[in-house]
């Protein structure tokens, strides 16, 4: 039974640059949320995605923008790099909307020169 | 708006000891869910347990336990006879029903032989 799965492991980009992110659900998991930890914090809610919509946003900028497939994998895609947005990000796969167990996956270490 | 605070920003105890891990919460809903995150040195974010508001039981799971007090608004994970693995960054979360869950700043937990 395959968990959560994220790529690339390790990203380094030049600030002003555009990344994409990239997240596999646990198998039979139809609900992909995203967040971003930065050193020392707890992960913080960017979106979440559900039946390839947008169904609740944290407080992220426009930035900030994703989707997800129909086979339920989504992307995390990130324009206009800042410094600040150098940080761990985690994705986590859940059965349907609400306040569900979620399973993460190990994250994208991104980094921002 | 909702919180959660972990007030231990790190602990440490020597191996088989006992240790409480505090969480405090705020939530202007009366349905609301909290939840406990392990999250070791490989970063992966591992599910402990989910908590309604409405069910007050304490629970017991081999080692862990969790105290949920709603007259305090508090939510504690105590580790008995701690062992070296149970090393790692614990996070306590709150979710209301159809909305984003609010992770905690985590606490730094250091088992040592």
């Known amino acids: 039974d395959a968990g959560v799965t994220q790529s690339p492991t390790h990203l380094i980009k030049t600030r002003g640059q555009q990344v994409t992110l990239r997240c596999s659900p646990k198998?039979?998991?139809?609900?992909v949320s995203w967040y971003q930890q930065a050193l020392g914090q707890g992960p913080q809610f960017i979106f979440q995605?559900?039946?390839?919509?947008?169904?609740q946003r944290g407080n992220f900028p426009d930035r900030f923008s994703g989707h997800q497939f129909p086979n339920y994998s989504s992307e995390l895609n990130v324009n206009a790099l800042l410094l600040g947005d150098s940080a761990l990000y985690l994705c986590?796969?859940?059965?349907?909307?609400?306040?569900?167990?979620?399973?993460f996956g190990p994250g994208t270490r991104l980094t921002v020169t | 708006a909702q919180k959660v605070t972990q007030a231990q920003t790190e602990i440490s105890v020597v191996e088989k000891e006992d240790v409480t891990l505090d969480c405090v919460y705020e939530t202007r809903d009366t349905t609301y869910y909290l939840f406990w995150y392990k999250q070791p040195p490989s970063g992966e974010l591992v599910f402990l347990i989910r908590?309604?508001?409405?069910?007050?039981q304490n629970e017991i799971s081999g080692r862990y336990s969790w105290n949920f007090q709603k007259s305090t608004s508090s939510f504690n994970f105590t580790i008995t006879a701690s062992q070296v693995v149970d090393s790692a960054v614990y996070f306590c979360a709150l979710s209301e029903p159809d909305d984003k869950i609010i992770f905690g700043k985590g606490t730094r937990l250091h088992i040592l032989p």
């Open positions: 908590r309604n508001s409405f069910d007050e």
């Open positions: 986590a796969s859940s059965l349907g909307q609400g306040p569900y167990e979620q399973y």
């Open positions: 198998s039979g998991h139809d609900t």
């Open positions: 995605y559900y039946e390839e919509e947008e169904r």
